[in-house]
Every structure is written in structure tokens, then in C-alpha cells.
């Protein structure tokens, strides 16, 4: 159980109210030390933070392992992650907020803000994408990682966010746009560079960069402090790892982890490229404890952020197709995966459970009907995200197959 000093600390931060230690929290902690242990101890992850909230509570708080194995620099708390598409959910809020403040309207075509971004169909038509499209990745883009390692996004050179360090929007745009669409907008539902194409979207209506319409609409308004698309404290950045047997190593400046057909491309030196651009879908760096205060917001209604009526239509399903990067039983809302059918996705989390993960390793979801939020990040690619890992952690919450 976490100190009663920690959790106060942990709880101020949070904005949330602390726990009081009980023999019924005695179980549920156990099960989540256990799964982390276990972890570490097979050397699957090199080190993780791990958040749970329970009605608006700190119910669990924990650092383990190494932020930096190799100088011997113990995970904490405030250790910060690269967050890949962590930074999805932060950039939809965003804007979400702007469609409140009549900005910007997801029935905007793409073009209104960017009048150069007409990807053509196989066909050689050219199709009305909209703002709705890439806020649900139903634009009919992809990511390179979703493709075999000769597939057009190869070809063309298409950065999925997380590499290519020193290229800059203008030009991944004309590589995106260079390429046929997969399918035609509004039809399907594919996980792809949406949220980058986003990004560059309110950065045009909002006429500031991107890095600052997310500190205008989100960040700011709920203090999180450690939460933006730079390093805002180098030495505590938690070093990059891939899967590896018999332990995980340490990611150069240009490495590729096994996921999807070809893999995904990873440049961790990326984020301290000025000259990179701000990627939407991948770019932000942050701590547990603001994403959870973020999630919390979210949780409880939209806070200084968004109206009620508007997060609650975020986490409604808005495509019919199932997701692929979640599988079976996952339905997309705006922005972030939704659970449609826990028997389809063998989960037992309940209907309307909103869901994601990171590509370096990490996963967070929103239990509304048990008043549940759970922020699980690692350092390590792809165990933290795919692996055994993030399903253990939920498994012990649910008090499942133990």
C-alpha cells in the first residue's frame, strides 16, 4: 500500500481526493503489485508508472523498475514518457474545445484549412475529407506500420510521427497526399496519420502553432505542467527500450520494433529535433500523474476544457466498423477507442469503456460505469502496449482470471 504521505502528495497533485487505506484496497493492490513484479522480474518491461482512480480517488500509485537501466535511474512518479498516441486523445480535446468556441467544424472540409491536401482515390477522383474524417480515422489515410515494408506510405516516405527526425509538416503532408487513398472517406474505419493531419489543421484555423493551441485549450487550463511537445526536464525523461529476449534493449536513433506487417519506425532523438514536426498523432512527452488528471476531467465531464454534452459525445461510437488496433469488440468515438462488446474483446471491463494505447509502451482507460481511470506507461515497446502486460494490470483491477 502507498505510503499515507505519498498518496496525499500524489492526491493534491491530481486534483483528486486521497484514498484512505482500507482492507479492501489491501487485495486490489496486491494483485497490482503482483502483475508489475511479475513483469519486471521476466524482463518484459524495464520499468512502468501505474495510476488507478477510483470515484474520483487515489486508490493506487506506483513507479517500479528503471527509468534509465543503464545508468541505474529508478522509475518515478514524475519520470517523464514519450507518449506516441497518448498525445491522440489530448490533440482531439483540443479540438473538440475549438468546435465549442465555433473555430472550427467537423463538417469543415480539410481543404478550407489546408488547400493543398487532396489525396486522390485509386480511381484518380478526388474526395471531400473532412475535420470528422481524421477526428475519427475514417479519412481513408493509413500509417506505414499497417502496411507491408513495400507499401505505398514506404514508398512515398511517409513519417508516422514517432521518426523521421528534422522533416517538417509541409513536405509529410505531400508525401501523405502524394499517395491513393485506401479507401473513400466515411466508408471505413483505419487507424493512420488522422490526428497529425489534425494537428496541422488547428494549427491553420487557430493561427498558432500546434504545440500552442494544446497548452491554450488543454494543458493550461488543467496545470499539467509536464504535458507539451518538448522535453521541459531532460533528466527526468524515461530512456526508449524494445522488446528483446533475454531482456529488452535499448532503442537507437533509428530502430525498428516487430508490429503490423513491417514494423514500427522509432527515432527517440525525434523530440529533441526543434526541426521535427509537432505530430499530432505521436509527439507530446508527459507524466502519469497529468495524463491522469487529464482522463479524470474527461471522466467527470469535460471540466475547464469541454462541455458535458460534448466529452460524453466523444466516447460515443461513431464508426461501425471494429477498430484494428484494439480488435474485436472496439468501436472508435472521437477521437478514442470505445468498448462495444466485452465478450467479442474476451474483457472484463464493461460496456462503454473508452481505451488507448501508445506505441512506446503504454495504455490508459476510462471505466465510466465503475467511476474507474487507469494510466499504465512504460518505457518499453511493444509489451507495455500489446503485450502481457497491460492486460494483467486490467485483469487485477477487474479481480479477473487471479
Known amino acids: 500500500m502507498p505510503s499515507a504521505v505519498a498518496s496525499l502528495t500524489l492526491a493534491a497533485t491530481l486534483g483528486l481526493a486521497p484514498s484512505v487505506p482500507t482492507a479492501q484496497a489491501t487485495p486490489l493492490t ?33 513507479a517500479a523498475g528503471d527509468a534509465d537501466r543503464e ?17 491522440k486523445a489530448l490533440v482531439s480535446t483540443a479540438a473538440l474545445a475549438m468546435v465549442e468556441r465555433h473555430q472550427l467544424d467537423l463538417d469543415d472540409p480539410v481543404t478550407k484549412w489546408i488547400p493543398t491536401f487532396k ?5 484518380g ?3 471531400v475529407i473532412t475535420v470528422r474524417h481524421l477526428v475519427t480515422h475514417t479519412a481513408g489515410l493509413s500509417y506505414g506500420f499497417m502496411e ?9 516516405q511517409v513519417s508516422d510521427g514517432l521518426d523521421a527526425p528534422g522533416l517538417a509538416m509541409e513536405e509529410n503532408l505531400r508525401r501523405i497526399t502524394s ?16 490526428t497529425d493531419v489534425l494537428g496541422e489543421v488547428l494549427a491553420r484555423a487557430a493561427g498558432v502553432p500546434l ?7 488543454v494543458t493550461r487550463p488543467l496545470g499539467l505542467k509536464d504535458t507539451g511537445f518538448q522535453v521541459r526536464d531532460v533528466p527526468r525523461l524515461a530512456a526508449a527500450y524494445a522488446n528483446a529476449t533475454p531482456e529488452p534493449v535499448r532503442m537507437g536513433e533509428e530502430h525498428v520494433v516487430a508490429f503490423g506487417p513491417s514494423g514500427v519506425r522509432y527515432a527517440p532523438g525525434r523530440v529533441f529535433d526543434p526541426r521535427s514536426f509537432a505530430s499530432g498523432g505521436a509527439g507530446m512527452v508527459g507524466t502519469a500523474t497529468d495524463f491522469m488528471k487529464f482522463l479524470e476531467v474527461l471522466r467527470q465531464g469535460g471540466g475547464k476544457v469541454l462541455t458535458e454534452s460534448t466529452t460524453r459525445r466523444m466516447m460515443v461510437p461513431q464508426t461501425a466498423p471494429e477498430t484494428e488496433s484494439l480488435g474485436p469488440g472496439w468501436g472508435f468515438g472521437l477521437g478514442v477507442g470505445v468498448l462495444v462488446d466485452p465478450a467479442k474483446a ?34 518499453t515497446a511493444i509489451e507495455g502496449m500489446a503485450g502481457q502486460f497491460p492486460n494483467d494490470i486490467r485483469d487485477a483491477l477487474y479481480d479477473a482470471k487471479q
Open 119 to 123: 489525396p486522390k482515390l485509386a480511381d
Open 148 to 156: 507491408s515494408p513495400d507499401g505505398p506510405y514506404h514508398h512515398a
Open 125 to 127: 477522383t478526388t474526395p
Open 71 to 87: 545508468a541505474h535511474r529508478p522509475m518515478r512518479e514524475d519520470s517523464l514518457f514519450r507518449l506516441s498516441s497518448l498525445t
Open 346 to 379: 474476451h474483457s472484463p471491463q464493461p460496456v462503454g469503456t473508452v481505451q488507448w494505447i501508445g506505441a512506446y509502451g503504454h495504455t490508459w482507460f476510462i471505466d465510466p460505469t465503475n467511476h474507474l481511470t487507469v494510466v499504465a506507461l512504460t518505457n
Open 30 to 62: 496486491s494483485r497490482l503489485d503482483r502483475a508489475i513484479d511479475r513483469a519486471l522480474a521476466e524482463h518484459r518491461i524495464v520499468g512502468t508508472v501505474v495510476l488507478v482512480a477510483k470515484d474520483g480517488k487515489v486508490v493506487y500509485h506506483r
Open 179 to 194: 499517395v491513393p487513398l485506401s479507401y473513400a472517406p466515411g466508408t471505413r474505419w483505419g487507424y493512420s496519420v488522422a
Open 211 to 217: 504545440p500552442q493551441v494544446v497548452e491554450r485549450f
